[in-house]
């Protein structure tokens, strides 16, 4: 019996998955990561007594990390468990109100009539529509892989895309049933979870509101970098070779054909391999220009990046009056986005997200809180030095909302795009690979096999179908099933 030997480099959430799925279908697979740990983005960092999840902190569609252990006839919860947090995200605005998300209908209601009768009496007409947008997303888009533009000629595809309002942006779709600026901002920062503007992403992405508000926000005890964990600890018992602190060098390309990568340590050979990378870096770093024509460097340098992130860990030996999720918005998230987006330039007065994890499992910060602090960062410049953010607006913007953590700091540690861009190979330092403020890269984002290589897959935040921690570990699920199907 001939074996297939599968490659796979990078070993995020979407690595993971595709390597999971390969080994569970027989393929011999071998997973390739740079740093000294897997999950990629995810991954805990410890200051003092405290631990943080440096990347994803707001966990939704558990059913998907779930599946991936659920093939290969495991439990997943002997791997990772989820926790619901039904009230889980308190926005917080200048003026001094605030309202809270909760996956409970009765008391999202009640938070929205404190600001907004009109959205309180509306909610339910949008929990309807945002549910039919994740309903078409969920059948005729996430379950799909993208080997060429042929695979977008399907009728029930472009009706499906058609009724996922692509004309219509977020912003204007919140405006059908939110009437209160603080609640639309509030609504519309689901465009930050793709890396994006809602004044110029669309409507399609309301979808998020369903995920959060319909299914529920999750936290995965003992941190959210369980999950990469998890996928690890399945990933060995099933037989997949990882290693780890190895840097990938060169694909190897021969007639059109995948044959080695060579790593800073080996080399190995493939009958098939998947880039789990930041495509956008990767793809013209490992392979030569002359065989891949239809990703050129040039036309990599036209690509928008997503938002990138200034990040402040913050171990404090005081708790402050935080929820799980918090938003400290600024007085104009219009101007904050134009800045970023449109000037390349962080706003002055700019919304901060904080999660601290310890307000759900107290063990994680014993003396106080840990505060994960999230500023929204523009990409970095393509050749002109990129702005930085300074520590001293966080402070000042938390200390105007009565949050003063200065005095009590124990420990802290600020990661910047610089620090994104180098750590994570990403894009100009983006979080998300590209952004959706251009349509055409929200449906026609880089497909999931190379056009050029037969045997060279894609899969993570840059290709199909997109950013963020569900939509990574589905393109592995994806792309390992695909894989199984032509090569297996």
């Not at 490992?286 to 990703?295: A, G, N, Y």
Request: net charge neutral.
């Amino acid at each position: 019996m001939n074996i297939k030997r599968a490659v796979i480099i990078g070993a995020g959430l979407g690595g993971l998955a595709a390597a999971i799925t390969l080994q569970n279908k027989g393929f011999q697979t071998t997973l390739i990561e740079k740093n000294n740990h897997t999950g990629g983005k995810l991954h805990e960092v410890c200051l003092g007594s405290a631990s943080f999840d440096f990347g994803p902190n707001t966990i939704t569609m558990p059913q998907v990390f779930n599946e991936v252990v659920r093939q290969t006839g495991e439990e997943p919860e002997n791997f990772f468990q989820f926790q619901k947090l039904t009230n889980h995200t308190t926005n917080s605005f200048k003026d001094g109100s605030s309202f809270m998300f909760s996956s409970d209908n009765e008391r999202m209601k009640e938070e929205l009539l404190s600001l907004d009768g009109y959205a309180a009496d509306h909610f339910s007409s949008y929990l309807k529509e945002v549910k039919k947008l994740h309903d078409l997303a969920q059948n005729y888009f996430l379950r799909r892989t993208f080997k060429s533009w042929k695979d977008y000629l399907s009728l029930p595809l472009t009706k499906g895309l058609i009724s996922s309002r692509p004309l219509e942006t977020l912003d204007h779709f919140h405006r059908r049933y939110f009437k209160d600026e603080r609640v639309i901002s509030a609504f519309n920062r689901y465009a930050t979870y793709i890396g994006s503007s809602p004044y110029s992403s669309p409507a399609t992405f309301g979808l998020i509101g369903y995920l959060e508000l319909g299914q529920g926000v999750f936290y995965t005890k003992g941190g959210n970098h369980k999950i990469a964990e998890g996928l690890e600890k399945l990933a060995l018992k099933i037989g997949v070779d990882i290693r780890t602190a190895e840097e990938a060098q060169e694909i190897a390309v021969s007639k059109k054909t995948a044959t080695l990568v060579v790593t800073d340590k080996s080399s190995y050979e493939a009958d098939v391999v998947v880039l789990n990378g930041d495509l956008l870096t990767q793809y013209p770093r490992l392979i030569k220009e002359t065989d891949r024509p239809s990703l050129s460097d040039k036309k990599i340098d036209h690509f928008e990046p997503s938002v990138s992130a200034s990040v402040m860990l913050a171990a404090t030996n005081k708790s402050f009056p935080l929820n799980h999720h918090h938003v400290f918005f600024g007085e104009d998230p219009r101007k904050e986005f134009t800045n970023i987006f449109e000037k390349g330039l962080f706003s002055d007065d700019p919304t901060i997200y904080i999660c601290t994890s310890a307000k759900t499992e107290p063990a994680r910060s014993p003396e106080g809180d840990n505060l994960f602090i999230l500023v929204n960062a523009p990409p970095l410049h393509k050749k002109d030095a990129s702005p930085s953010l300074k520590e001293e607006i966080i402070f000042n913007v938390l200390k105007k909302h009565k949050i003063d953590i200065s005095p009590y700091l124990e420990a802290k540690k600020m990661i910047h795009p610089e620090d994104i861009k180098n750590k994570f190979h990403a894009f100009r330092g983006a979080l998300y690979g590209l952004s959706s403020n251009d349509r055409k890269n929200t449906f026609l984002r880089p497909y999931n096999r190379s056009a050029d290589i037969n045997n060279l897959y894609f899969t993570g935040g840059s290709t199909h179908p997109g950013g963020g921690s569900p939509m990574v570990t589905l393109s592995g699920l994806n792309v390992g099933n695909l894989i199984s199907k032509i090569h297996g």
